[in-house]
């Protein structure tokens, strides 16, 4: 019997499980992709700080970000630069194989080409039924103390074990594009876009870039207005493009706990819920919960009160940003795009970009949210948004 078994090879997955074995414990991860990282949906863009304060590997960057422009409705500009580095654009696919590589030299068992059909717990084990893509064969058994739920947004297995599932989902598209004469990230906002949401164009390197947007409707509806958005950046036969797509989770009911099982990253709701990035706070999920299973393994006490203490740690490192990213994007989400032009009015008022350069940080945001919420004049497009009103795109 293993010690571990995780479900997912994503960031969160890898990393719990590299800091397990590294802890000297039995691991296997079983992926049902064929290849680690191959056809991820994602912009790829994690914090500079981040790669610091998590040792993350620097390999798989491919672009940084200092510099934004952000386009409002009517195509109104706002050029912004940070004071310093904000993050890094990654390759997924190569930053997934990476974390892969340090989790097989740690001791980890990586099994590809595995899907679980079935997650079944008692008092004395966790048995994982798994299958293996492409073998008719009967399924194979596999038993561990502990099982790890990294499986993102599907929810099924957390259905089964009586976790918590997601209640509420952005959709996003995503596809790559190549480019002439872009010089840096920009952003789109605006109903006819991406309502609920926002747009966005990342310049990768070789004349290629990530074009995608998400919003709470359906994305393929919208990926055709925002490419004849960014026509000026695009080759000729760019429009000739595969978009990806995929639901993010915006908001999770509890618990990220049963007896014998936990779950990280997305699948335990670990989401900005902001700008829909995971990886950040599924790492941060994922090193919280490695501490407390590793306690738990070494005491032999794996019941749902003694891995609790999971849950409440996370909770009191990001739940408050999760919640309040949600709020405040709900609130984004109601706004007439005649409302949106009045905040890119007011944002280039002398007041607020200083605003922005003291409390601007790529993975928290709760500091800038709720400082841009107190400033006078947004707070009144606030609060005509919350009233139903009409705003003047002039502020009084």
């Known amino acids: 019997m293993r010690d571990v078994v995780v479900i997912g090879g994503g960031p969160a997955g890898l990393r719990f499980a ?4 590294g802890g000297g414990f039995d691991v296997a991860l079983l992926d049902e992709r064929a290849q680690i990282g191959r056809r991820k949906i994602c912009t790829g863009i994690i914090g500079a700080e981040s790669f610091e304060a998590l040792d993350l590997p620097r390999s798989s960057i491919v ?4 510099r934004l422009k952000f386009v409002s409705p009517q195509g109104r500009v706002l050029d912004y630069t940070h004071p310093e580095l904000l993050a890094h654009v990654v390759d997924r696919t190569r930053f997934d194989q990476d974390l892969a590589r340090r989790a097989a030299a740690a001791g980890v068992e990586i099994g590809s080409g595995r899907r679980v059909r079935r997650l079944r717990v008692s008092a004395d084990r966790a048995v994982v039924e798994v299958e293996l893509i492409g073998d008719p064969g009967p399924a194979r058994l596999v038993e561990a103390r502990l099982v790890v739920v990294a499986t993102g947004v599907n929810s099924r297995l957390n259905r089964e074990v009586g976790l918590g599932h997601p ?9 790559h594009v190549q ?5 840096c990230t920009h952003c789109f906002a605006g109903r006819k876009l991406a309502p609920g949401a926002f747009g966005w164009l990342v310049p990768l390197a070789d004349g290629w870039a990530r074009v995608g947007l998400m919003t709470d409707s359906t994305p393929s509806r919208y990926l055709g207005a925002l490419l004849s958005r960014i026509s000026e950046f695009l080759t000729e036969g760019s429009d000739q493009i595969e978009a990806d797509v995929k639901p993010i989770v915006q908001r999770f009911v509890g618990p ?6 936990i779950a990280v990253g997305e699948a335990a709701g670990q989401v900005k819920t902001t700008t829909g990035g995971g990886i950040y706070y599924s790492l941060l999920g994922a090193d919280l919960a490695a501490g407390v299973a590793a306690g738990a393994l070494r005491a032999d006490r794996l019941a749902a009160e003694r891995l609790s203490s999971y849950e409440r740690l996370w909770r009191q490192r990001i739940a408050a940003e999760i919640e309040a990213g949600y709020l405040y994007r709900k609130a984004f989400s109601r706004m007439t795009d005649r409302q949106i032009e009045a905040l890119f009015k007011l ?11 003291r409390t601007a940080r790529f993975d928290w945001h709760l500091e800038l ?6 400033y006078g004049p947004i707070r ?6 919350r009233s139903g009103t009409e705003l003047s795109s002039e502020p009084s």
Do not use: C, H, M, Y
């Open 18 to 21: 590299t800091r397990l074995a």
């Open 63 to 66: 672009a940084s970000i200092q």
């Open 167 to 175: 209640t509420d989902f952005l959709n996003a598209a995503q596809a």
């Open 179 to 183: 480019v002439r004469g872009l010089d």
């Open 256 to 261: 990220s706990f049963s007896d014998r099982v």
């Open 347 to 357: 944002a280039s008022w002398n007041g607020i970009i200083p605003l922005v350069k």
């Open 369 to 374: 949210l709720t400082s841009l919420a107190r």
């Open 380 to 385: 009144s497009v606030l609060e005509g948004n």
